[in-house]
């Protein structure tokens, strides 16, 4: 009972994790250009498709340096589409901005279809995947443990980078007052081009944890985005701890729904989760009610 | 040649004119003071010079270069703060963060603390409250930050845009006091004002907009005197 009670709670952290890796760059972009940029899940996906094509260019590649280049790239692409797509309609009507980033998304799922294919892909493993006796019995595999530490240590690098640094000061203040931030003689579009390069680089690695831990699908982002989405908002959007504490939050309730209740009921208790939660906090569970301008 | 000219500026929202082509000079060391009722075209003026808004026609020229064209971080990178309407602090970080970001275009070698020093001195309260979110603020004290951060950019023009609003009468004196004193140590200020009374006690020069258009301009003293100031612009208001 016991042994089975904490395999969940490793899945749900797993799957926690991939979520949140996901919800930080939603909450990131939000509170920076106040988008919500629903290409982010595809961007999820390329991300995993980098690492995998990675893999088969160079077999042997380690992980090590597969997973920064992986989302090195990941990250360019982002900028890229923030330059391309969305920088010109900054000052449009917020309604053009969604519109284009749905555009975007599913250019990049037809894209990543045509090139590599439809079919789900399997990324070799290449985490350890012996197992580890945690206590009297209950035994844990490696590449699980790997997974969740090496994300929430990507998650504390991104709390310092953006608390401790003059660039992270930066980005908050561009949620606070986008006109204030380039009186202070900082540049807007670099502060919000660096945003989205964090946020897909993020969003890359939970895509090569989740190609590790599962597969990979060029519709995958759809499914996951809107989960880490949902994740965000319960968060509070535009906190990032929130994004971390809704995304555990919503994996550990599907994950538990699932193993306790029944797979059908996963999602009707995830959405139902994020509207009972909105109806008693709307601003989510960090977020902070919005500011009237005076 | 003033440290900043504007020639023949007009600035359109649309297609509804707020500037007419107006021609503005500020000399060195000057506190220069534009005052005007709301809807003039005075706030319009200064987002103008900072590049937070295109202008259509003429230019504006700092130490002779034409601003033209420039992103607004470059404005402040070459010696232009704005402290805009609103005071346009940032709510969520500290006073001590609200200060570095204003650093950005500076070389920050040597001890952070003394790059803080002039601010300090100037407004002791910001430094009690430095930890401090800067939205906890008083109304005052976030005059007082926004002042402190142009200072930070190493700027040698200040453009001040309502510094008194929504300030009591003490808190106004206070401001004004540490805006005389900027000018002071040197730094060029063009000053934004509907209290027009106390803008032109600290101003060396003023000109006065109206629908867009210079309607007068003059030394502070023959402005105060001005029968058509006094009547737009002081009558009614406590100097």
């Known amino acids: 009972m016991l042994d089975t009670v904490i395999q969940q709670l490793l899945n749900a952290a797993q799957l926690g994790a991939v979520y ?103 990324l070799p493993a290449q985490l350890p995947n012996g197992v580890v006796e945690l206590f009297n019995g209950v035994v844990v595999t490696e590449d699980k443990i790997l997974i969740i530490f090496i994300s929430l240590a990507l998650m504390v690098i991104l709390w310092l980078f953006v608390h401790r640094t003059l660039m992270g000061t930066a980005m908050r203040a ?24 964090i946020g897909s680089a993020l969003a890359a690695a939970g895509g090569i944890f989740f190609g590790q831990a599962y597969s990979i699908d060029p519709y995958m982002g759809i499914d996951l985005g809107w989960k880490a989405f949902i994740a ?63 | 040649m003033g440290l900043l000219e504007i020639r023949g500026l007009s600035v359109a929202y649309g297609s509804i004119k707020a500037l007419h082509g107006i021609d503005l000079r500020i000399d060195e060391g000057e506190i220069v003071s534009l005052l005007g009722a709301n809807g003039a075209g005075k706030s319009t003026t200064l987002r103008a010079v900072s590049r937070l808004l295109p202008f259509a026609e003429g230019d504006i020229l700092f130490q002779g270069t034409s601003l033209a064209g420039l992103p607004p971080h470059r404005v402040v990178s070459l010696g232009i703060a704005h402290v805009p309407e609103g005071r346009g602090i940032f709510p969520s970080l500290t006073v001590l963060e609200n200060l570095k970001l204003a650093t950005w275009t500076r070389s920050r070698k040597g001890s952070a603390a003394a790059l803080y020093r002039p601010v300090f001195d100037l407004f002791p309260r910001l430094e009690e409250r430095k930890s401090q979110p800067a939205g906890t603020l008083s109304g005052g004290e976030q005059q007082m930050l926004a002042l402190g951060r142009a200072m930070m950019t190493d700027c040698r023009v200040m453009l001040l845009d309502e510094p008194s609003m929504g300030l009591s009468p003490i808190l106004v004196k ?29 101003a060396h020069r003023g000109y006065v907009l109206a629908n867009g258009r210079i309607v007068l301009a003059g030394s502070a003293e023959e402005l105060a005197r001005d029968q058509r100031v006094k009547e737009a612009y002081l009558g009614n208001r406590a100097g």
Not at chain 1, 28 to 39: D, Q
Not at chain 1, 59 to 81: D, Q, R
Not at chain 1, 175 to 185: P, T
């Open chain 1, 20 to 122: 949140a890796l996901i919800a930080l760059g939603y909450t990131m972009v939000y509170g920076t250009i106040r988008l919500i940029n629903f290409a982010h899940g595809d961007i999820f996906m390329l991300g995993g498709y980098i690492g995998f094509l990675l893999v088969t260019a160079v077999s042997g590649m380690p992980l090590v340096v597969m997973m920064p280049l992986a989302m090195l790239l990941t990250a360019l692409v982002g900028m890229l589409i923030e330059r391309v797509a969305y920088r010109r309609l900054r000052n449009a009507q917020r309604m053009s901005l969604v519109i284009t980033a749905l555009g975007v998304g599913i250019f990049l799922e037809n894209l990543v279809r045509l090139l590599v294919g439809p079919q789900a892909r399997q």
């Open chain 1, 174 to 197: 561009v949620a606070d007052n986008k006109d204030a931030v380039q009186l202070m003689g900082i540049n807007l579009n670099m502060v919000i081009a660096v945003t989205f390069a």
């Open chain 2, 174 to 202: 206070e401001v004004f006091r540490a805006i005389r004193e900027i000018n002071a140590k040197g730094t060029t200020v063009l000053l934004v004002e509907q209290n027009a009374g106390m803008a032109l006690k600290i």
């Open chain 1, 232 to 294: 965000a908002v319960i968060g509070g959007i535009g906190s990032i701890e929130g994004a971390v504490l809704g995304s555990f939050l919503l994996a550990g309730v599907e994950v538990l729904t699932v193993a306790y209740l029944s797979s059908n009921m996963k999602n009707g208790i995830a959405f139902g989760l994020l509207i009972l939660l909105l109806l008693l906090r709307p601003n989510g569970i960090m977020g902070r009610p919005e500011l009237k301008k005076v």
